[in-house]
T-cell receptor, first 120, second 116 residues
């Protein structure tokens, strides 16, 4: 059973460029959340998609945008890249808009291994 | 806004030593609290959770108790193993009752290294 898969695993961009990161949720999950994890920091919530709509958003500028497709996969787009956008971008999937994390496996917020973005 | 503060790391222990990683939080209402673990090259994994005051979450020998009076959720393990070496994150959700809606607020993480 494949978990959350993210691509690419690593990429390097220069300031001002645009980047697209992709995420396939765990089988059976329909909700995708994106997090940014700077080096040595905890993840910060960017936004969440459910039923192809952005449902919640963290404190990130409009340069960060996303999309969810009918098959529940998702993309994170970042425009006009800044040096400070260098980070590990984590995708997490879950079932339904209300997530009840359990240890039995049902409705657990499942994270991918991330895409590491370096902006030069 | 909500925030989570973890003890400064890194933490280095010998195998079979006792582990405590402190975590305190600030939140309005009654959040649910979590510990996640991140092994090298892997995604975050939920380690344990507690959804209300005085709840004790436990898993794989790790424990943490939701202390509303001290706004704390310290992680403990009686005897650590080399395989416990990882980064540990304390987190809270802003929705009571365990529903996170996918939005978690994380602490900065604590690196744990266990030597044989």
């Amino acid at each position: 059973d494949a978990g959350v898969t993210q691509s690419p695993t690593h990429l390097i961009k220069t300031r001002g460029q645009q980047v697209t990161l992709r995420c396939s949720p765990k089988s059976g999950h329909d909700t995708v959340s994106w997090y940014q994890q700077a080096l040595g920091q905890g993840p910060q919530f960017i936004f969440q998609y459910y039923e192809e709509e952005e449902r919640q958003r963290g404190n990130f500028p409009d340069r960060f945008s996303g999309h969810q497709f009918p098959n529940y996969s998702s993309e994170l787009n970042v425009n006009a890249l800044l040096l400070g956008d260098s980070a590990l971008y984590l995708c997490a999937s879950s079932f339904g808009l209300a997530v009840r994390p359990t240890l039995s496996g049902a409705n657990v917020l499942t994270f991918g291994a991330g895409s590491r973005l370096t902006v030069l | 806004g909500d925030s989570v503060t973890q003890m400064e790391g890194p933490v280095t222990l010998s195998e079979e030593a006792f582990l405590t990683i402190n975590c305190t939080y600030t939140a309005t209402g009654y959040p649910s609290l979590f510990w996640y673990v991140q092994y090298p090259g892997e995604g975050l994994q939920l380690l344990l959770k507690a959804t209300k005051a005085d709840d004790k979450g436990s898993n794989k020998g790790f424990e943490a108790t939701y202390r509303k009076e001290t706004t704390s959720f310290h992680l403990e393990k009686g005897s650590v193993q080399v395989s416990d070496s990882a980064v540990y994150f304390c987190a809270l959700s802003d929705i009571a009752g365990g529903t996170s809606y996918g939005k978690l607020t994380f602490g900065q993480g604590t690196i744990l290294t266990v030597h044989p």
